[in-house]
C-alpha cells in the first residue's frame, strides 16, 4: 500500500508542462521591432535578430507591428509540421492533466479575438493553452523575460518533466540552465528548424 506522499510524488512526476515559442516556431511571421533613437528609426528587426540584439545607449524599441493583431493574421504562415505536433500535444494534455502554454517574447496584441482567431482557423485549440506574453514583463532580453515566466510555472512543484520548442539557440540555452535549479524535473530542449523538424538539445 503506497502513502499519500507517494501518491502524490507519482501523481506529479506523470504531469507534464509543454511550453511553445510563436515566431519562427509555430507561424513565420513577418512583424518587425523598431530600434529607435532621437525618435528615428535606426534599425528593424526580425524575431530572431531581436532574441540575441542588444540596445546601445540611447534607444528603444517600438514594438507597433508586433502588437498589430492584423499584421500577424494576414501574414503569418502556419509551419505545418510544428502545428500538428502542438495540436496532438494539447489534445493529449488536456486528457492527462498535463499543461502546456504559450510563451512568446511579444507583448500584448492591440486586438486579443483577432490574434487568437489565427490560431483557432488553423486548428490549434488554443482556448485550451495560455499565452504568456513575455514582452509584457521589460526586463531585458527575450530570453531573461522567458526565464522568469518559466521560474513561475516550475517552481510550483507541479510537473515531473517539461518539454521546451522554441527556434532561439539563445532562449534553449537559457532553458537548459534552469536545470539545476530544478534537479527533480526531467528537462527536453527542442530547437525548431524552419522546416518544422527539430532537433534535441
Known amino acids: 500500500m503506497i502513502t499519500f506522499q507517494q501518491y502524490i510524488t507519482e501523481a506529479i512526476s506523470d504531469r507534464g508542462l509543454t511550453i511553445f515559442d510563436i515566431d519562427e516556431t509555430l507561424f513565420m511571421t513577418k512583424a518587425l521591432i523598431y530600434v529607435m533613437k532621437d525618435s528615428k528609426v535606426v ?3 526580425n524575431n530572431q535578430d531581436y532574441n540575441t540584439h542588444k540596445l546601445q545607449p540611447g ?29 496532438a500535444i494539447i489534445k493529449r494534455a488536456t486528457a492527462k492533466g498535463s499543461k502546456v502554454i ?35 514583463l521589460g526586463l531585458g532580453s527575450a530570453s531573461k523575460n522567458k526565464r522568469f515566466i518559466l521560474h513561475k510555472y516550475l517552481r ?13 539557440m539563445a532562449n534553449i540555452t537559457m532553458f537548459k540552465s534552469l536545470e539545476k535549479k530544478y534537479p527533480d524535473i526531467k528537462f527536453y530542449a527542442y530547437l525548431v ?4 523538424s527539430t532537433k534535441k538539445v
Open 43 to 45: 534599425k528593424k528587426l
Open 102 to 136: 504559450i510563451v512568446t517574447a511579444r507583448s500584448d496584441f492591440h486586438d486579443k479575438e483577432k490574434f487568437l482567431n489565427t490560431f483557432r482557423t488553423h486548428g490549434i485549440p488554443i482556448d485550451d493553452v495560455y499565452i504568456e506574453r513575455a514582452g509584457n
Open 59 to 87: 534607444e528603444t524599441y517600438d514594438y507597433r507591428e508586433f502588437k498589430d493583431a492584423e499584421t500577424f493574421a494576414k501574414t503569418s504562415v502556419p509551419i505545418t509540421k510544428m502545428i500538428d505536433r502542438a495540436k
Open 193 to 196: 528548424k524552419p522546416d518544422g
Open 156 to 168: 510550483k512543484g507541479a510537473y515531473g518533466r517539461v518539454r521546451f520548442f522554441d527556434d532561439s
